[in-house]
Nanobody, 126 residues
């Protein structure tokens, strides 16, 4: 599975961006697609995840109500809509893919994702 993330940029606090992650290769309905982010000097942290099949989602508490993850199966693309952005959302955002699991917590662990995109930088100015 190859992942290509795009859509990052510079935005003022309160603004919006939409990130895209195009998937190619051996994608399937048995996968989930996640977004993580990593700020300078910090560990990579979970943002959101969505199942290719069924579209079930999980969000980090820090982004609930502001970010929305969605997918377009026909285009093999996952999106992350970022609204009401805050300076603390500044980070490199990575899309990722993993096989489905019945353990909700495991979706939040970056080490459990087998495939990663190259990252796209989101900078939120105050």
């Amino acid at each position: 599975v190859q992942l290509q993330a795009s859509g990052g940029g510079l935005v003022q606090a309160g603004g919006s961006l939409r990130l895209s992650c195009a998937a190619s290769g051996r994608t399937s309905s048995s996968y989930a697609m996640g977004w993580f982010r990593q700020a300078p000097g910090k560990e990579r942290e979970f943002v959101a995840v969505i199942r290719w099949s069924g579209g079930g989602t999980i969000y980090a508490d820090s982004v609930k109500g502001r970010f929305t993850i969605s997918r377009d199966n026909a285009k093999n693309t996952v999106y992350l809509q970022l609204n009401s952005l805050k300076p603390e959302d500044t980070a490199v955002y990575y899309c990722s893919a993993r096989r489905l699991t019945s353990i909700i917590y495991d979706y939040m662990l970056p080490e459990d994702y087998a495939y990663w995109g190259q990252g796209t930088l989101v900078t939120v100015s105050s």
